[in-house]
C-alpha cells in the first residue's frame, strides 16, 4: 500500500511539472513530456555453473526479468527538470544448487520473485547534467555495473555530466549505496576482501575526442577508508590495408587510504600478503584488427604491487573495467601476467543478425601464498543472434559458454569451473 502512494504521488508530480514550468519560464528547447523515453525490457536467463572440484554445490537457475526504464524530457526554462524511474522485476522459474540468481529466502533458498523501484531526479542547464537519486548505471572506467545475471547493478549517489566544450566531456559524481543484481535493497559500498561499508566514493575525470581516430580519458576516485585510484587511458583506430586497426590501452594505479592505510581491522583488500593494504597498477594494451566481417584481437596486461587490483566489489557480482574481465573471471590477481587472444565473426553475409566470438586468456606468475606461481586460463565462446524480421524481429538470443581452471583455488572454494548462459531478450519501446 505504502509503494503504491509513493508511485501515485510522483506520478501526480510528472504529471504536474510540464504545466507549473510552461507557465513560469519561457521555452529553452526542451520538452518535459515530447522528449520522454520509456522501454520495457524483457530478459529470461537459463544459468547453469558446473563446478569441478571442492564440496560446492553446482549452480542452476532460471528466471524471467523485467525493466522499465523511464526517462522523461525536461521542463521548460532557464533550468530543465525532469524525472528517471527505473522499475524491475524477476521471477523464479526454477532454482536448485548453490543459486546466484535470485535473492535468498530465510531458509537459504531462493525467492520466487522480488522487486524494486527507483527514482532520480534530474536537471539541465545547456549541455550540463545533473543527476540525483537511485537506479543510476554508470559505465566508467573507475566505476562500472554489473549486468550479467537477470537484473542489472544500480547505484545511488549524485552524478555531473558536462559537454559545455566540444569533443570534450567532463564527468563528477559521488555514491554512497549500490543495489546488487539479485537484491531488493541497498547497501553501502567496499572492496574484495573487506567486511567493512563506506558510504562515500568520489570520481572526476573526462574523455576528449582529439582528432577523428583518438579518445583520451583520464579519471580520479577515491573509496573512503579503502583507496585512490588514477587512470589514464587511450583509444586510437588507425585504417591499416583494407581494415582496422584499434589500440586500446589502459594504466590504473591504486594506493591505500584512511582505515585500509593503517590498517584496521575490516578494512583489507586481497593480495599476495596478509597486511591487506592497497598496493596495485594495472597495465594494459589490446590491439584488434577488424577487416569485413573478420576481428581478430591480442593482448597483454600486467599487474604489479602487493594487492590485487581494486574496484568496488560488493559480493552480488561486480565488473571491473579490464581487458581480462570475462565470463567467469577477471585475471586480477597481484603480480599476475596474462595474454588474451579473441577472434570474432558477423555472418552478416550468410545470416544477417548472427555473430561469434571466441576468446581466450592465460594468466601466469601471481602468488596465492608468497612464493607459490600459479597460472589459470578462461575460455569463453559466445554465439549471439537477433531475428531481424517478421513477428519476432529484434529478439535477441545469445548462448555464452565459459570453462575456468584455475591454480588459485584454495580449499573448496570451486574456482575450477563451466558455465553455460543462455539469453533471451527484447524490448517495447513504449515512448
Same mark, same amino acid.
Given at each position: ?48 555453473g ?14 524471467q526479468?523485467f ?26 522459474l ?18 520466487p ?53 566540444d569533443n ?37 575525470g ?10 583520451? +580519458? #583520464?579519471? &580520479? %576516485?577515491? $573509496?573512503?577508508?579503502?583507496? !585512490? ?11 591499416l ?66 594487492s ?22 577477471k ?12 577472434? +570474432? #565473426?558477423? &555472418? %552478416?553475409? $550468410?545470416?544477417?543478425?548472427? !555473430? ?18 600459479d ?11 537477433t ?45
Open positions: 500500500m505504502r509503494k503504491t502512494l509513493i508511485a501515485s504521488s510522483v506520478a501526480a508530480a510528472v504529471l504536474a511539472l510540464p504545466t507549473l514550468s510552461m507557465a513560469q519560464a519561457p521555452n529553452n528547447g526542451f520538452s518535459f513530456v515530447d522528449d520522454a523515453k520509456a522501454t520495457l525490457g524483457l530478459r529470461n536467463l537459463y544459468f547453469n558446473d563446478y569441478r572440484e571442492g564440496d560446492v554445490e553446482d549452480d542452476k537457475a532460471w528466471g526479468g525493466m522499465l526504464d523511464f526517462q522523461s524530457g525536461y521542463t521548460q526554462g532557464p533550468v530543465g527538470f525532469g524525472l528517471d524511474v527505473f522499475a524491475r522485476a524477476g521471477i523464479r526454477d532454482y536448485q544448487g548453490s543459486q546466484s540468481m535470485f535473492p535468498e529466502d530465510d531458509d537459504g533458498g531462493a525467492v520473485e522480488f522487486s524494486q523501484i527507483d527514482f532520480a531526479a534530474k536537471a539541465k542547464v545547456s549541455e550540463t547534467e545533473l543527476k540525483v537519486g537511485r537506479g543510476l548505471q554508470p559505465s566508467l572506467p573507475v566505476l562500472m555495473r554489473n549486468d550479467g545475471r537477470l537484473l542489472p547493478q544500480t547505484y545511488s549517489g549524485a552524478t555531473l555530466t558536462s559537454k559545455e566544450i570534450l566531456t567532463l564527468r563528477l559524481g559521488q555514491m554512497d549505496e549500490s543495489s546488487g543484481r539479485n537484491s531488493t535493497s541497498h547497501e553501502n559500498l567496499r572492496i574484495g576482501g573487506s567486511s567493512e561499508l563506506v558510504n562515500k566514493f568520489q570520481y572526476a573526462g574523455d576528449a575526442q582529439l582528432g577523428d581516430n583518438l579518445v583520451a +580519458s #583520464y579519471y &580520479f %576516485a577515491k $573509496l573512503k577508508d579503502y583507496y !585512490k585510484q588514477h587512470y589514464l587511458g587511450a583509444v586510437h583506430t588507425l585504417d590495408g583494407a581494415g582496422q586497426l584499434i589500440t586500446d590501452l589502459r594504466y590504473f594505479d591504486s594506493g591505500s587510504t584512511g582505515a585500509n592505510d593503517s590498517g584496521a581491522a575490516g578494512y583489507t583488500a586481497r593480495g599476495i600478503y596478509n597486511d591487506g593494504e592497497v598496493d596495485n597498477r594495472a597495465m594494459s594494451a589490446m590491439f584488434t584488427y577488424k577487416l569485413s566481417n573478420h576481428g581478430l584481437g591480442l593482448g597483454y596486461q600486467k599487474m604489479s604491487g602487493d590485487n587490483f581494486v574496484y568496488l566489489d560488493n559480493g552480488g557480482g561486480s565488473t571491473a573495467y579490464l581487458i581480462t574481465d570475462s565470463q567467469i573471471n585475471f586480477e590477481r597481484a603480480g599476475e601476467k596474462t595474454w588474451v587472444g579473441q577472434y +570474432s #565473426y558477423d &555472418f %552478416a553475409d $550468410l545470416a544477417p543478425g548472427l !555473430k561469434f566470438t571466441a576468446k581466450y586468456l592465460r594468466g601466469s606468475d601471481f602468488d596465492v601464498n608468497p612464493g607459490e606461481r597460472e589459470e586460463w578462461e575460455r569463453n565462446l559466445r554465439l549471439d543472434y531475428v531481424q524480421q517478421g513477428f519476432l524481429k529484434d529478439l535477441g538470443v545469445s548462448v555464452r559458454h565459459a570453462s575456468l581452471r584455475s591454480g588459485a583455488a584454495e580449499g573448496n572454494s570451486g574456482r575450477d569451473q563451466d558455465q553455460l548462459r543462455v539469453y533471451l531478450t527484447y524490448n517495447f519501446v513504449l515512448l
